[in-house]
């Protein structure tokens, strides 16, 4: 009988330490992640160089969240969305034909819309108003390619 007490106070402590372990790594994890404003004071919007900015932006890492911010349409100001290019062809001749919608003309009002960068790989953002317009003349695109955070 106290083989048994003692076995399932093992038990529970292994399993215990195993729940701890599991809690502390997945914060450890998320805890460097970052919230950066595409375009920082200027927002997503015509006209700024997007490429320019996120070539001085810095390290971007997976599981960093990219947000877009931008105005409500007006009579008097452009509508902007949110595409994910799926290509790097795309991406250059602003092909927004088989882009993904990311984020409509109202979603980057207030608080903005948030995109999480999950994985390694390429991502092509663009606003694709105007059939391209916006990305090729307003220069509204960027390309990343997130990395691993070292000592995660």
Same mark, same amino acid.
């Given at each position: 009988?106290?083989?048994?007490?003692?076995?399932?106070?093992?038990?529970?402590?292994?399993?215990?330490?195993?729940?701890?372990?599991?809690?502390?790594?997945?914060?450890?994890?998320?805890?460097?992640?970052?919230?950066?404003?595409?375009?920082?004071?200027?927002?997503?919007?015509?006209?700024?160089?997007?490429?320019?900015?996120?070539?001085?932006?810095?390290?971007?890492?997976?599981?960093?969240?990219?947000?877009?911010?931008?105005?409500?349409?007006?009579?008097?100001?452009?509508?902007?969305?949110?595409? &994910?290019? $799926?290509?790097?062809?795309? %991406?250059?001749? @602003?092909? #927004?034909?088989? *882009?993904?919608?990311?984020?409509?003309?109202?979603?980057?009002?207030?608080?903005?819309?948030?995109?999480? &960068?999950? $994985?390694?790989?390429?991502? %092509?953002?663009? @606003?694709? #108003?105007?059939? *391209?317009?916006?990305?090729?003349?307003?220069?509204?695109?960027?390309?990343?390619?997130?990395?691993?955070?070292?000592?995660?």
């Amino acid at each position: 009988m106290e083989a048994l007490k003692a076995y399932r106070s093992w038990s529970f402590l292994s399993l215990f330490i195993v729940i701890l372990f599991w809690v502390s790594s997945v914060h450890v994890e998320y805890a460097g992640a970052r919230n950066i404003s595409v375009g920082g004071s200027e927002g997503w919007r015509y006209g700024y160089n997007y490429s320019d900015w996120i070539s001085k932006a810095g390290k971007i890492y997976v599981n960093d969240v990219l947000v877009f911010k931008y105005s409500i349409p007006t009579s008097s100001s452009l509508p902007h969305n949110v595409l &994910l290019l $799926k290509d790097k062809s795309s %991406y250059k001749k @602003c092909n #927004v034909s088989g *882009g993904i919608k990311l984020a409509d003309p109202t979603q980057g009002i207030g608080e903005g819309f948030a995109f999480k &960068l999950k $994985k390694v790989t390429n991502y %092509y953002f663009a @606003c694709g #108003v105007g059939n *391209g317009k916006h990305c090729d003349v307003g220069l509204m695109k960027f390309g990343i390619k997130p990395v691993v955070k070292k000592g995660c």
